[in-house]
Nanobody, 124 residues
Framework: QVQVVESGGGLVQAGGSLRLSCVASEGTFRDYPAGWFRRAPGKEREFVAAINWSGSTTQYGDSVKGRFTISRDNAKSTMSLQMNNLRPEDTAVYYC?????????????????WGQGTQVTVSS
């Protein structure tokens, strides 16, 4: 069982930046792909970004491409999401998730371990 905890959310003005972090409880984190998802009030969960076990492959949702960067440090069992040029429509609860399978996936239903979420609010 992998437990994950997010941190780094907060309130920022449009155009600003935030960095989210995710810490996993087990060293086996380094064997798994992981991702970030978000859910805005009244909306469906949305794929944000994913990264393979080694960090060599990353994927992004269309709405964040060019603005967000996902990375990981397996030695520390951590994953990060650098968010730049934030927009009000990025306001959501952001979740870290880990998938106990080899391939990346944009569908959150295929991720097995989830954090409790961290709130990101972008003011206009």
């Amino acid at each position: 069982q992998v437990q994950v905890v997010e941190s780094g959310g907060g309130l920022v003005q449009a155009g600003g930046s935030l960095r989210l972090s995710c810490v996993a409880s087990e060293g086996t984190f380094r064997d798994y792909p992981a991702g970030w998802f978000r859910r805005a009030p009244g909306k469906e969960r949305e794929f944000v970004a994913a990264i393979n076990w080694s960090g060599s492959t990353t994927q992004y949702g269309d709405s964040v491409k060019g603005r967000f960067t996902i990375s990981r440090d397996n030695a520390k069992s951590t994953m990060s999401l650098q968010m730049n040029n934030l927009r009000p429509e990025d306001t959501a609860v952001y979740y870290c998730a880990v998938r106990s399978a080899f391939h990346l996936d944009h569908n959150g239903d295929y991720y097995d371990y989830w954090g409790q979420g961290t709130q990101v609010t972008v003011s206009s």
